[in-house]
Nanobody, 126 residues
Framework: QVQLVESGGGLVQAGGSLRLSCAAS????????MGWFRQAPGKEREFVAA????????LYTDSVKGRFTISRDNAKNTVYLQMNSLKPEDTAVYYC???????????????????WGQGTQVTVSS
């Protein structure tokens, strides 16, 4: 079983930056693709970014490309999301997730991810 704990959220002005961390425990996640998702009030949870097991492949939703960077440190069992040039529309609860299956490609659908953190709030003021 994998436990995921997100941290690093907070309140920031538009144009600012935050770095989210996702610390895994229970077992190593070095064999898991990892993803970040977000959910704004009244909206469905949506894909933000994902990273392959090795870290060599990343995927982003169009709205964050060029602003967000996902990375991982398998030695620390931790995944990061660096968020720059934040916009009010980035306001949401951000969730870290681990894909429990070994797949050829990283996935963007929530149903592919088996383990989830409790989420961390990101609020961007205008």
């Amino acid at each position: 079983q994998v436990q995921l704990v997100e941290s690093g959220g907070g309140l920031v002005q538009a144009g600012g930056s935050l770095r989210l961390s996702c610390a895994a425990s229970g077992r190593t996640v070095s064999n898991n693709a990892m993803g970040w998702f977000r959910q704004a009030p009244g909206k469905e949870r949506e894909f933000v970014a994902a990273i392959s097991r090795s870290g060599r492949t990343t995927l982003y939703t169009d709205s964050v490309k060029g602003r967000f960077t996902i990375s991982r440190d398998n030695a620390k069992n931790t995944v990061y999301l660096q968020m720059n040039s934040l916009k009010p529309e980035d306001t949401a609860v951000y969730y870290c997730a681990a894909d429990g299956a070994l797949r050829l490609n990283i996935q963007i659908g929530t149903s592919f991810y088996d383990y989830w953190g409790q989420g961390t709030q990101v609020t961007v003021s205008s």
